[in-house]
């Protein structure tokens, strides 16, 4: 609508215009000359044409385009020329009007004279006619290109109609293919939801499958466990019908006995007078023959005690006997100035040797230092000799005594083995190596391991511990820990938590009334658990013994008639800074030496043996019975049992030697001497700590040592 005014405008207008001016003017050259008129009527001519020139103005001030300006400055000159001429033709109306109707002459004049303007002034209506049809020229040129745009635009349009149309059909076609598509998509779609349907089916069959298998394990399981329960139950059943089969049977006889008394009695009162007689007459020669029954059972008895006593008087014919039978043994001789020290050793700072030529020193943290080899043995004894001058020790008199110093040691809360609930597993664990562990060697359940300038063996005590249980189990813990359980047929638990290095944190045996008795404890390494292993005896100075050498260690040998229980039951020879864990007191010699030891020397093995006979076995009689007397009074008690070798061998092949015999020395005390086994820890040492200072063959230094270390792995308080 916008553009059909402007063209309006620019155009259709000034045309109409021009025709409108340019009539009168060839009216007034071709019409006659007549009257003047009245001068109303040339003023409405006047009026009109200068109506159409201002609408004009107006027209083409409304107007837009490129061809305003030019047209605006041409319909201007039109204008000038065109009012030049009316104040032209007024001047002479009012002329004539002034001169009035008198002279026709004069209008004649005038006459002429309008033709001659009206002559002069045609080349001016040439002229104008030719810029209009200039004008118009340019005003068809404009029609002609808008013409031509609106072609352009209906065949745009149409263009685009025919687009839109073939968009259509493309549209319509690719519906079509999407139809088609879409039916063999909805075929894919269903085969690959039957696909789907069929592998769940089978996943769900196979889960089926592997949940009936799981429940097949289970119930196998379940059936193992229900026929041991079942065995157990089944030979309860035995013993209680045999039990019941003998309690039948006594019954039987005391019933028949009763018939036979009854039918006796019939008997007797049936019979006459002399029967009775004859009956009482037997009755008596049965009581005589039953006292002389008794008389022999008497004397068979007395018998049996006089055997026993003659027993008992050979035995202790034996026990007096046996120095002279132990004289044979190899025996070193004796050194007079390693006597005259090692009977007050307190008076020296010096390292204490045993008293006899070629002993060694009489503390394993001494031996230790002299096995350095970063120095020669003179340096390193002179500096731990004048370390030994600044050390004040004080003997405890009790155990109690010697962990004086402890913080809180009156508030110790224990806390039961099995107060945590655990996750059990199927298999025996394997614990993690600490930090700068390399095993070496593996021997059955063994292993030689290297760390630092160190050799030493592991071994896992629990299948020592589990030879006569009924069933042996582990359950997962927090934190990496495992806790082992040993059930044994008495119905007595054996429970021990290790931390994930294998360390013991707490063991304890639990009877059938509750009752729990409590071997190792150290909860602090369960918060703290170290990943390398640090010798707790780098940081204590050299051990000063202050006590005889004789009250520190017992020779079985040379000691017959000590009293064991006294000397096992006796305190650390120094104080003790904390609770020490198992692991630590095997393998710190500076931690060991705080208690006294026994040498079994009675018992001797071969060169690569750990066989002991039973004849050598029964000289740990008197160790054995002074180790269940004190078990007695508390069953909490822990021994140490180590084993050593000689010089003979590798390092590595000694140290499982030496393993193995303090393994069998702990078996021999359970087996033959009932006690029990998780009371006894073993750890075997090689050719570490010698007896005698010598490479060769020695049989004292295979030997077996014990030590009663529970003031060093428990609170003394938990046992009060």
Do not use: C
């Given at each position: 609508m916008l553009k059909r005014t402007r063209l309006l405008a620019t155009v259709a207008l000034p045309i109409a215009s021009l025709s409108f001016i340019w009539q009168p003017v060839e009216a007034a050259m071709m019409r006659p000359v007549l009257p003047l008129v009245e001068k109303s009527d040339v003023?409405?001519?006047?009026?009109?044409?200068?109506?159409?020139?201002?609408?004009?103005?107006?027209?083409?001030?409304?107007?837009?385009?490129?061809?305003?300006?030019?047209?605006?400055?041409r319909n201007n000159r039109d204008a000038d020329g065109q009012g030049e001429e009316r104040r032209e033709r007024r001047k002479e109306e009012r002329?004539?009007?002034?001169?009035?109707?008198?002279?026709?002459?004069?209008?004649?004049?005038?006459?002429?004279?309008?033709?001659?303007?009206?002559?002069?002034?045609?080349?001016?209506?040439?002229?104008?006619?030719?810029?209009?049809?200039?004008?118009?020229?340019?005003?068809?040129?404009?029609?002609?290109?808008?013409?031509?745009?609106?072609?352009?635009?209906?065949?745009?349009?149409?263009?685009?109609?025919?687009?839109?149309?073939?968009?259509?059909?493309?549209?319509?076609?690719?519906?079509?293919?999407?139809?088609?598509?879409?039916?063999?998509?909805?075929?894919?779609?269903?085969?690959?939801?039957?696909?789907?349907?069929?592998?769940?089916?089978?996943?769900?069959?196979?889960?089926?499958?592997?949940?009936?298998?799981?429940?097949?394990e289970r119930r196998k399981k379940q059936r193992e466990a229900e026929g041991e329960d079942q065995q157990q139950q089944d030979r309860q059943k035995a013993r209680e019908e045999r039990r019941q089969r003998q309690r039948d049977a006594e019954r039987q006889q005391e019933e028949q006995q009763q018939n036979r008394e009854e039918r006796r009695k019939k008997q007797r009162e049936a019979e006459s007078e002399d029967q009775q007689q004859q009956d009482r007459q037997k009755a008596r020669e049965e009581r005589r023959r039953r006292e002389a029954d008794t008389d022999q059972q008497q004397e068979g008895r007395e018998k049996t005690r006089e055997e026993r006593r003659e027993e008992r008087k050979r035995e202790a014919e034996r026990e007096r006997k046996r120095p002279d039978e132990t004289a044979g043994r190899p025996r070193r001789e004796r050194d007079k100035d390693r006597e005259r020290i090692a009977r007050d050793p307190s008076r020296t700072t010096e390292t204490i040797e045993l008293p006899f030529i070629d002993g060694a020193a009489v503390l394993d943290s001494d031996k230790d230092w002299d096995n350095r080899r970063d120095r020669s043995r003179e340096e390193l004894r002179r500096e731990r000799e004048e370390k030994r001058r600044d050390v004040r020790v004080r003997v405890p008199e009790s155990d109690r005594d010697a962990q004086v110093g402890w913080e809180g040691r009156d508030r110790i809360r224990y806390e039961s083995g099995d107060r945590e609930r655990g996750?059990?597993?199927?298999?025996?664990?394997?614990?993690?190596?600490?930090?700068?562990?390399?095993?070496?060697?593996?021997?059955?359940?063994?292993?030689?391991?290297?760390?630092?300038?160190?050799?030493?063996?592991?071994?896992?005590?629990?299948?020592?511990?589990?030879?006569?249980?009924?069933?042996?189990?582990?359950?997962?813990?927090?934190?990496?820990?495992?806790?082992?359980?040993?059930?044994?047929?008495?119905?007595?638990?054996?429970?021990?938590?290790?931390?994930?290095?294998?360390?013991?944190?707490?063991?304890?045996?639990?009877?059938?009334?509750?009752?729990?008795?409590?071997?190792?404890?150290?909860?602090?390494?369960?918060?703290?658990?170290?990943?390398?292993?640090?010798?707790?005896?780098?940081?204590?100075?050299?051990?000063?013994?202050?006590?005889?050498?004789?009250?520190?260690?017992?020779?079985?040998?040379?000691?017959?008639?000590?009293?064991?229980?006294?000397f096992l039951e006796r305190p650390p020879v120094e104080p003790v800074e904390r609770v020490y864990t198992l692991d630590e007191v095997k393998y710190s010699a500076r931690i060991r030496d705080k208690v006294r030891r026994i040498d079994l020397d009675t018992i001797t093995f071969a060169t690569g043996s750990a066989d002991i006979s039973m004849n050598q076995a029964s000289t740990l009689r008197k160790v054995a019975e002074a180790m269940n007397e004190i078990l007695d009074k508390d069953p909490g008690e822990t021994f140490?049992?180590?084993?050593?070798?000689?010089?003979?061998?590798?390092?590595?092949?000694?140290?499982?030697?030496?393993?193995?015999?303090?393994?069998?020395?702990?078996?021999?005390?359970?087996?033959?001497?009932?006690?029990?086994?998780?009371?006894?820890?073993?750890?075997?040492?090689?050719?570490?700590?010698?007896?005698?200072?010598?490479?060769?063959?020695?049989?004292?230094?295979?030997?077996?040592?014990?030590?009663?270390?529970?003031?060093?792995?428990?609170?003394?308080?938990?046992?009060?």
């Open positions: 003023t409405v001519v006047q009026s009109e044409e200068e109506e159409l020139i201002r609408k004009k103005r107006n027209r083409e001030e409304q107007g837009g385009g490129e061809e305003r300006p030019r047209n605006r400055e002329r004539q009007e002034e001169g009035g109707q008198n002279s026709r002459e004069e209008r004649r004049q005038r006459q002429r004279d309008a033709e001659r303007q009206q002559e002069e002034q045609q080349p001016n209506r040439e002229e104008r006619r030719k810029k209009q049809r200039e004008t118009e020229g340019e005003g068809q040129q404009q029609q002609d290109r808008q013409k031509a745009r609106e072609e352009r635009r209906q065949r745009q349009r149409d263009a685009e109609r025919q687009q839109e149309e073939q968009q259509q059909n493309r549209e319509e076609r690719r519906k079509k293919q999407r139809e088609a598509e879409g039916e063999g998509e909805q075929q894919q779609d269903r085969q690959k939801a039957r696909e789907e349907r069929r592998q769940r089916q089978r996943d769900a069959e196979r889960q089926q499958e592997e949940q009936q298998q799981n429940r097949e996750e059990r597993r199927d298999r025996r664990p394997r614990y993690e190596d600490r930090d700068g562990w390399r095993v070496e060697r593996e021997v059955d359940d063994r292993f030689v391991i290297n760390f630092g300038d160190r050799i030493i063996v592991r071994s896992d005590d629990g299948r020592r511990l589990s030879r006569r249980a009924t069933e042996t189990y582990y359950e997962d813990l927090p934190n990496g820990r495992v806790r082992e359980v040993i059930e044994r047929p008495n119905g007595d638990r054996v429970v021990t938590i290790r931390n994930r290095y294998g360390e013991i944190i707490q063991r304890s045996r639990i009877d059938g009334d509750g009752r729990e008795y409590v071997m190792f404890y150290a909860p602090e390494i369960d918060r703290d658990s170290r990943p390398t292993f640090v010798d707790p005896g780098e940081r204590l100075p050299p051990m000063r013994l202050t006590i005889p050498v004789d009250e520190y260690i017992i020779d079985t040998s040379a000691e017959d008639r000590a009293d064991y229980r006294d140490l049992i180590e084993g050593h070798t000689d010089a003979v061998g590798s390092d590595e092949s000694n140290l499982v030697l030496s393993d193995e015999r303090a393994e069998a020395v702990a078996n021999i005390l359970t087996d033959v001497y009932d006690i029990p086994p998780e009371n006894l820890a073993t750890q075997g040492y090689g050719e570490r700590f010698l007896k005698i200072d010598t490479d060769a063959a020695e049989q004292l230094n295979r030997r077996v040592t014990i030590r009663r270390v529970t003031p060093l792995v428990k609170p003394v308080a938990m046992a009060e």
